[in-house]
């Protein structure tokens, strides 16, 4: 009975040599951003899978009798349309990620042209710099906030 149950959890025959083929040749990085392409595309369907489901859930306007009431629902309201906005940003991030990596492009850094290290890929698939340029760029906001 568990011989049936460990067949079932495996990939169907050839699938692990169809694999094989396509990452052979390539470079460990390139093979990591493979990897990372893949969580990406997870990621988008997740994201749309949420965005429709909370599409159907958003609260509508309603009129309360209770002011308090009415502003906790608008409250509520602008939240979640907020969330719904963060994720919007997200979904975009990742789309052109997949993109940069379908074109060969990922990992370059945007402001300086230099490689971004696979870790900081892995951490942050999304990112458009190197750990310096993001680093000058965070610095320079601070400097403007103050």
């Known amino acids: 009975m568990t011989d049936k149950k460990s067949k079932a959890k495996r990939a169907p025959a050839g699938a692990t040599e169809k694999k094989k083929k396509k990452t052979k040749g390539l470079t460990e990085r390139q093979k990591r951003i493979l990897k990372i392409r893949d969580s990406l ?6 994201l749309l899978q949420e965005a429709g489901a909370a ?13 308090s009431d009415q502003a906790t629902a608008e409250i509520d309201r602008n ?25 060969n492009t990922y ?29 000058e760029q965070e610095e320079e906001e601070k400097i403007l906030e103050s």
Do not use: Y
């Open 107 to 135: 990992g370059i850094c945007e402001v300086c042209g230099s490689e971004i290290g696979i870790k900081r890929l892995e951490a942050r698939p999304v990112t458009t710099m190197c750990i310096e340029c993001k680093t």
């Open 41 to 46: 595309v997870k990621q988008k369907m997740q």
């Open 79 to 103: 939240f979640m349309l907020r969330l719904r906005g963060r994720e919007q940003k997200l979904l975009k991030k990742v789309e052109l990620a997949i993109e940069r990596i379908d074109n």
């Open 55 to 67: 599409l159907n859930t958003l609260p509508d306007e309603s009129a309360f009798p209770d002011m």
